[in-house]
Nanobody, 123 residues
Framework: VKLTESGGGSVQTGGSLRLSCAAS????????LAWFRQAPGKEREWVAG???????TYADSVKGRFAISRDNTKKTMHLQMNSLNPEDTAMYYC??????????????????WGQGTLVTVSS
């Protein structure tokens, strides 16, 4: 599975961004897809995930502000990010692995990663 993120950019506090993750591969639509982020000097942090069957789960820090959507026909996952604040500034990564890991939040559980897209939120 090859993953490609897009949609990062710079916004002010309170703004919104929509990230996309395009997955290639015959079985990509069946994978557990997740978003992670990593701020400078910090560990990679799980943000949210989708199992491709309409189930999504979110970290407490983004619950109510971020929302995942997924288009299995296009093998694409989106992350709508609203009410952004400077603490959301990070490189955002898309990750994939078996759907049996749905809900997992440890980076070591994921075999496939994208190259990342940078989100910068200024105050």
């Amino acid at each position: 599975v090859k993953l490609t993120e897009s949609g990062g950019g710079s916004v002010q506090t309170g703004g919104s961004l929509r990230l996309s993750c395009a997955a290639s591969g015959a079985t990509a639509s069946k994978y557990y897809l997740a978003w992670f982020r990593q701020a400078p000097g910090k560990e990679r942090e799980w943000v949210a995930g989708s199992d491709g069957s309409g189930n999504s789960t979110y970290a407490d820090s983004v619950k109510g502000r971020f929302a995942i959507s997924r288009d299995n026909t296009k093998k694409t996952m989106h992350l709508q990010m609203n009410s952004l604040n400077p603490e959301d500034t990070a490189m955002y990564y898309c990750a994939a692995d078996s759907p049996r890991w749905f809900g997992g939040s440890c980076p070591d559980q994921f075999r496939y990663w994208g190259q990342g897209t940078l989100v910068t939120v200024s105050s």
